[in-house]
């Protein structure tokens, strides 16, 4: 009984070293294909279009409130800059930071969704269907949308419309605030032409006075050279 322990000692060593070995090589791998996913989350993000906060988040506008910060949370988690080596992971994390934001401000939200609801009906009508874009349910769960290709090709289209719609929406919103500010620049150049207007008036008067009493004395002097030319003046012989 002793000699088959004997035998089977070194056996059972070489078994567990080997398990510990395979362990320990497991969660190198498991933490190296964690990190390379953190890293290709962090590239999503990053080429993620930044003016739609729900492609930023991996989301859509049926999303809950609490979908939105579970969502948030997770991937703030997951892309944290002291987890994650990629150089631009504190640019994603603010990137995602900023999108959170947005989505809880209900009036963005909501400016937001209206846009994405103005791409449906556009998508809707070009298409020539007949069916009631509001109703997103019903709209995925049409026949239309299956011969399309089904709700992921529906929703890409749906995705890329919007982002026209947004793209055009800053446009215009890039074009007011410069004409705001070409009108601003125009206004404080005027009060600065006023400004300086009235400050060479000033300085004019001021000068004209500081002269007055060098301008009497060249009037009286004048008048006095004059008198006296008059009266120097011969007379004519008749």
């Known amino acids: 009984m ?3 322990n004997a035998i089977a000692g070194p056996s059972s060593t070489t078994e567990a070293a080997s398990t510990q070995v395979d362990a320990e090589l497991e969660k190198l791998l498991s933490r190296e294909a964690s990190a390379f996913q953190r890293e290709v989350e962090v590239e999503r993000i990053l080429k993620a279009f930044k003016l739609n906060p729900y492609d930023i988040l991996d989301l859509d506008e049926t999303a809950t409130q609490d979908d939105i910060k579970k969502k948030y949370r997770h991937l703030s988690l997951f892309i944290h800059p002291d987890k994650t080596p990629h150089p631009r992971a504190p ?4 990137i995602l930071k900023k999108a959170e934001s947005e989505l809880s401000d209900k009036p963005k939200r909501d400016d937001l969704d209206a846009i994405i609801a103005q791409a449906r009906a556009v998508l809707v009508r070009e298409m020539g269907w007949t069916l009631n874009s509001k109703d997103i349910k019903e709209l995925e769960a049409s026949e239309e949308v299956r011969t399309l290709g ?6 890409d289209r749906v995705r890329a419309k919007t982002k026209e719609l947004l793209i055009d929406e800053e446009l215009r919103r890039r074009k007011a605030l410069q004409l705001a500010l070409a009108n601003e620049g125009l206004e404080a150049r005027k009060k600065d032409e006023e400004v300086a207007s009235r400050k060479r008036k000033a300085e004019d008067d001021k000068a004209w006075e500081a002269n007055r009493d060098q301008r009497v004395d060249s009037w009286r002097s004048f008048a006095k050279d004059s008198k006296k030319k008059k009266k120097s003046k011969p007379a004519l012989l008749g």
């Open 2 to 4: 002793s000699s088959k």
């Open 91 to 94: 640019e994603a994390f603010d």
């Open 150 to 155: 089904g709700v992921k090709a529906w929703r």
